[in-house]
């Protein structure tokens, strides 16, 4: 038996919105596929052939003897999938799709897909796997209990390594540390594909995922601002550098996968000690990829009505910067305390807080949010085209201005911030790529 894995394409900012190209002086980042793919390969049985393709790289509707296709994909990614799970069940395959829209809409895929797993995948697949076999699939495969973490192997990563080319040669690859989240924050749907429950890997196995990506010559990013919680979460974010540090120059495992950024957000730096933020720096991580518009701090810093807010994120900010780490910094423009003097405001914070390096994203109502139902049941959403859902485009009715000077104002805060000389001129030549 085989199965193939597709990770379909999706439209990226300067896609949505060509006119980025103009105005934007960096390299376009290109990340590798989520770990979805990887953490599944690596429980299918040994029995199985796996085959993979990338639909960003090369177009995934071409022939295959594989028995079945999977699919895995968030919401910008679903209306091509559901185009190739129609192209690969005319010539007589199976689709089934997973991931974070999947779990959210299951319903959305039902006359598209043979069966639609939700929430974490390892266990369902394996049932999948067997009702495959059987030639008895079922419609909906969900996870019956939270998978325990302490017994997973680690990603198949090498499935993306070895289809590299001169198209794929991504900037990073996700290292991940712990799944599920208690918070429950407006706009994340983790909690919803995850559980709410933080559960936490162990640091053997994230070591050996950092080993994995040090001996193939590539570089890791921690995505999971998750991560930095006080408490248990920290201290194990703790035991992370120290190891890291400790493994330098250790021939019995090899080289360790440096960091090229991690996940954070303004609260967890306040409430971080500096000597955790020391040892990110010593353990070699430059970089943080600071998320915007999820906390109290940065929903509410740029309204204009809360000067606290503000100052506790210029605080953030400065506290990163002392401990020699870059504020990569991720800013949302969109939710209903914004109106037609945030942009200027966010514009004039990025300036004087010393940020070198920024992303701009529209406020985006993701299925299997708290945003998502409220705004849906508001009569809110304008429009279920998924591709249109990748933070570049306006999709649901502002409350405090229209659609079209949303986006307006996106567009303004990506000129205007990259218009300015020396953001990015003394950045480190590999941190010059962009999300967008």
């Known amino acids: 038996m085989k199965v193939l894995f597709v990770y379909p394409r999706f439209r990226r900012h300067a896609e949505s919105n060509p006119e980025l190209l103009d105005f934007v002086p960096m390299n376009e980042y290109l990340g590798s596929p989520s770990l979805g793919i990887a953490a599944i390969a690596a429980v299918t049985p040994a029995h199985w052939q796996v085959e993979y393709r990338d639909d960003r790289i090369e177009p995934a509707d071409r022939e295959t003897d594989a028995d079945l296709v999977a699919f895995s994909f968030f919401t910008p990614a679903a209306s091509r999938a559901i185009e190739l799970a129609g192209y690969f069940r005319a010539s007589g395959k199976k689709v089934v799709a997973g ?20 929430g974490e995948g390892e266990d369902s697949w394996r049932r999948l796997l067997a009702d495959c076999e059987a030639g008895a699939l079922r419609p909906r495969y969900r996870a019956e209990h939270p998978v325990s973490l302490e017994a997973l192997p680690p990603p ?37 594909s995850m559980g709410t429950r933080q559960r936490h890997l162990p640091l053997d196995h994230i070591v050996a995922q950092l080993a994995a990506l040090g001996r193939a010559g590539k570089r890791a990013c921690l995505t999971e601002d998750t991560g930095w919680f ?28 440096p960091i090229s950024y991690i996940g954070i957000s303004l609260p967890m730096i306040l409430h971080s000690p500096m000597s955790l933020l020391l040892k990110a720096r010593a353990a070699g991580v430059g970089m943080f990829y600071l998320v915007g518009g999820f906390d109290p701090i940065s929903m509410r810093a740029f309204t204009g009505k809360d000067p606290r807010a503000l100052a506790r994120a210029r605080d953030a900010i400065a506290k990163t910067l002392d401990a020699g780490i870059d504020p990569y910094t991720s800013f949302l423009i969109g939710l209903d305390d ?5 942009a200027d405001r966010i514009l004039d914070f990025a300036a004087t807080s010393g940020i070198r390096k920024a992303e701009f994203a529209v406020f985006t109502p993701y299925p299997g949010t708290p945003s998502w139902h409220r705004l849906l049941a508001e009569g809110r959403i304008l429009s279920r085209d998924w591709s ?25 805060l990506w000129r205007e911030f990259y218009s300015s000389k020396g953001h990015f001129a003394q950045l480190p030549q590999l941190d010059r790529t962009i999300q967008f």
């Open 230 to 257: 006080p408490g248990n979460a920290a201290h194990r974010l703790r035991d992370l550098f120290d190891r890291m540090v400790e493994l330098r120059g250790d021939d019995s495992v090899g080289p360790i996968a």
């Open 338 to 342: 914004d109106d037609e003097g945030t």
């Open 388 to 412: 249109r859902y990748n933070d570049a485009n306006v999709v649901f009715r502002p409350a405090q201005m229209t659609p079209e000077r949303l986006h307006a104002d996106y567009l303004k």
């Open 99 to 118: 991931g974070i829209f999947p779990s959210a809409l299951p319903d959305e895929l039902t006359a598209s897909f043979d069966a639609v797993v939700v």
């Open 156 to 192: 198949r990563v090498s499935l993306y390594i070895d289809k590299e080319n001169d198209r794929f040669q991504p900037d990073d690859y996700p290292v991940q540390t712990s799944r599920g989240c208690a918070l429950g924050c407006h706009a994340c749907a983790l909690p919803t």
